[in-house]
C-alpha cells in the first residue's frame, strides 16, 4: 500500500471507531452485547492456553457461523497434512465464536479476530509464531495483511468468493484496496469468475487459482447421519410429509406461511417446519401466524417440554405439531433430511441466498428465490440440472411446493437424483486447497 492509502484508511477505520463507540458502549450496557469479545478484538485478551509462542502455527479465520462451519472438514485436513504445526481459529462475531467452541474440535487454540488497528494487530501476533495466514471467503484486512507481510507471514484466501455486492465496493474503493489484494500470497478462489474478479481488483494473476468450493466437501459429512435417529429426536415418523423453510428472513414471512397454508389445504397431511435465520426477529413471525389463526409450537418448548418430563436424548412422546418453528441452532440441516419439500430464504429478498447443498445432500430438490447473488454459480448449476427450481414470489413458490410434494413422481425422483449429483459431483476442493497451502508452507521454510 502506498503511503496516502494508508493514511486515508486508518483516518477512517479509527475516526469511525470513535465515533461509533458511544454505541458501543450503550449496548454492552443495554444487552450485554459484545462485552465478551471487545477488549480481545483489541488485542487486551487472555494469553493462549495451548500454543506457546516458540510453536509454529498456522491462523485460520472465519468471520461468523457459515464460514466457521464450512470449514470443519478443512480443519481436520490441515492438522493431518501439517502436524507439526499449532491450528489457531478466529473468528469475528461472538455467534460464531460459540458455535467454534462447539464444533472445532481438532484446533489448539479459539480467539476473536483482532480489529484492524495496528496496535491490536501487532498485540495478539506477539503471541504467535505464525507461518501462514488462511483468511476464508473474501474477507480482507489492508493493516493486517501490511503487517504480516512485514513480517514475511505469507497470507492466502480460502475458498474466496467476490460477491456482486463485494465487487461493487471493492471497486469504490480502489484507491485503497488495489494495493492490498496484491498483498494476499495465494488466492484460491470458489470459481473462475470469483477468480476473474480479485484478479481485476489487484490480486496477482501468477498466485490466483480456482480451487472449488469447500461446501460441497464439508457436505459429505452429512451422509454419515442415522435417519432413523433424527425422527425419533423430532418426533415425526417417516411416513410423514414434511416441508421445511429454511433461513427465512422477516421480509419472507408472509409469502411462506401463506405458501405454507396453501399446501395444507391441499395436503393436509402435510407438516410444516419453518426455520427463521435471525432468531432476534422472531415477533412478526408469530404475530402473523396468530393473526393466520395458525397453531405453532416452537422447537426450543418441545426440548424444554421433553427435558422437564426427563425425556432421554429430547424424544418426543406426544403428537408432534403441525407447524413448528425451528428456534434452535444447529438443527437445521437435521430437518432437510427428514422434509420431502425445501424452500431456502434470503433468497425472495435482496439477501442473497443461504446454502442450497445441505438439503441437495439427501437428495432433496431444492426452492429458492430469484436473489441468490452470493450463490450465483451453484444455482445457476441447480436449475440448469433440474436439481432446483427458481421463483419470483409467492404465487411461483406455491406453485413449485405443490409440484415437488408428490415424491412418487418421476419428475421428482429425477430433480432428488440431480440434486444429489450437484454436492457429490463437485468436490476435492480440500485437497486442491491443501496442495496449494502446501507450496506457500514450504516456501516460508526455505
Not at 415424491?407 to 432428488?416: C, F, H, L, M, P
Given at each position: 500500500m502506498n503511503i496516502i492509502s494508508i493514511v486515508i484508511y486508518n483516518f477512517i477505520i479509527y475516526f469511525g471507531f470513535i465515533i461509533y463507540l458511544p454505541v458501543l458502549v450503550y449496548k454492552m450496557a443495554r444487552t450485554g452485547k459484545y462485552r465478551h469479545s471487545f477488549s480481545r478484538r483489541l488485542g487486551f485478551g487472555p494469553a493462549p492456553k495451548n500454543i506457546s509462542k516458540s510453536d509454529k502455527t498456522i491462523w485460520l479465520h472465519a468471520v461468523s457461523v457459515g464460514e466457521t462451519l464450512a470449514t470443519l472438514e478443512f480443519q481436520k485436513a490441515l492438522k493431518e497434512k501439517f502436524p507439526g504445526y499449532k491450528l489457531l481459529f478466529t473468528v469475528t462475531t461472538e455467534t460464531g465464536y460459540k458455535i467454534a467452541c462447539e464444533k472445532c474440535k481438532c484446533v489448539d487454540e479459539i480467539m476473536y479476530f483482532p480489529m484492524d488497528f495496528n496496535f491490536s494487530v501487532n498485540k495478539f501476533l506477539s503471541n504467535f509464531n505464525v507461518r501462514l495466514f488462511i483468511m476464508t471467503e473474501t474477507e480482507v484486512w489492508p493493516n493486517l495483511l501490511r503487517i504480516l507481510k512485514k513480517r514475511n507471514i505469507p497470507a492466502a484466501i480460502i475458498n474466496g468468493r467476490i460477491s456482486d455486492r463485494s465487487l461493487k465496493n471493492y471497486m469504490r474503493f480502489n484507491f485503497i484496496f488495489r494495493n492490498v489484494f496484491s498483498l494476499i500470497d495465494g488466492c484460491f478462489m470458489q470459481s473462475d469468475v470469483d477468480a476473474a474478479r480479485i484478479i481485476e481488483l489487484g490480486a496477482q494473476k501468477s498466485n490466483t487459482f480456482n480451487t472449488g468450493n469447500l461446501k460441497y466437501d464439508e457436505m459429505l459429512k452429512y451422509l454419515g447421519y442415522n435417519i432413523d435417529e433424527i425422527y425419533e429426536k423430532f418426533g415425526y415418523s417417516k411416513s410423514d410429509k414434511i416441508f421445511v423453510a429454511g433461513s427465512i428472513h422477516p421480509g419472507e414471512y408472509k409469502d411462506v406461511v401463506d405458501a405454507a397454508v396453501t399446501l395444507k389445504k391441499m395436503k393436509p397431511d402435510f407438516k410444516i417446519i419453518i426455520a427463521p435465520r435471525k432468531f432476534d426477529q422472531l415477533e412478526p413471525l408469530f404475530v402473523y401466524l396468530r393473526?393466520?389463526?395458525?397453531?405453532?409450537?416452537?422447537?426450543?418448548?418441545?426440548?424444554?417440554?421433553?427435558?422437564?418430563?426427563?425425556?432421554?436424548?429430547?424424544?418426543?412422546?406426544?403428537?408432534?405439531?403441525?407447524?413448528?418453528?425451528?428456534?434452535?441452532?444447529?438443527?437445521?440441516?437435521?430437518?432437510?433430511?427428514?422434509?420431502?419439500?425445501?424452500?431456502?430464504?434470503?433468497?425472495?429478498?435482496?439477501?442473497?441466498?443461504?446454502?442450497?447443498?445441505?438439503?441437495?445432500?439427501?437428495?432433496?430438490?431444492?426452492?429458492?428465490?430469484?436473489?441468490?447473488?452470493?450463490?450465483?454459480?451453484?444455482?445457476?448449476?441447480?436449475?440448469?440440472?433440474?436439481?432446483?427450481?427458481?421463483?419470483?414470489?409467492?404465487?411461483?413458490?406455491?406453485?413449485?411446493?405443490?409440484?415437488?410434494?408428490?415424491?412418487?413422481?418421476?419428475?421428482?425422483?429425477?430433480?432428488?437424483?440431480?440434486?444429489?449429483?450437484?454436492v457429490t459431483g463437485r468436490t476435492g476442493a480440500i485437497s486442491k486447497n491443501i496442495l496449494r497451502l502446501q507450496s506457500l508452507i514450504n516456501s516460508d521454510n526455505m
Open positions: 393473526e393466520k389463526c395458525i397453531n405453532y409450537i416452537k422447537r426450543s418448548d418441545i426440548i424444554k417440554k421433553a427435558e422437564a418430563e426427563h425425556s432421554a436424548d429430547n424424544k418426543i412422546d406426544y403428537a408432534v405439531p403441525e407447524f413448528m418453528i425451528l428456534d434452535t441452532i444447529g438443527e437445521l440441516v437435521k430437518t432437510y433430511a427428514m422434509a420431502q419439500v425445501v424452500f431456502v430464504g434470503g433468497s425472495l429478498i435482496e439477501v442473497g441466498g443461504h446454502n442450497i447443498l445441505e438439503p441437495a445432500v439427501f437428495k432433496k430438490p431444492v426452492i429458492f428465490g430469484r436473489f441468490m447473488h452470493n450463490f450465483r454459480e451453484m444455482s445457476e448449476s441447480f436449475v440448469k440440472s433440474g436439481a432446483g427450481i427458481i421463483v419470483n414470489d409467492k404465487n411461483e413458490l406455491e406453485a413449485a411446493i405443490i409440484k415437488y410434494s408428490d415424491d412418487s413422481d418421476g419428475g421428482y425422483i429425477k430433480s432428488a437424483n440431480a440434486a444429489y449429483m450437484e
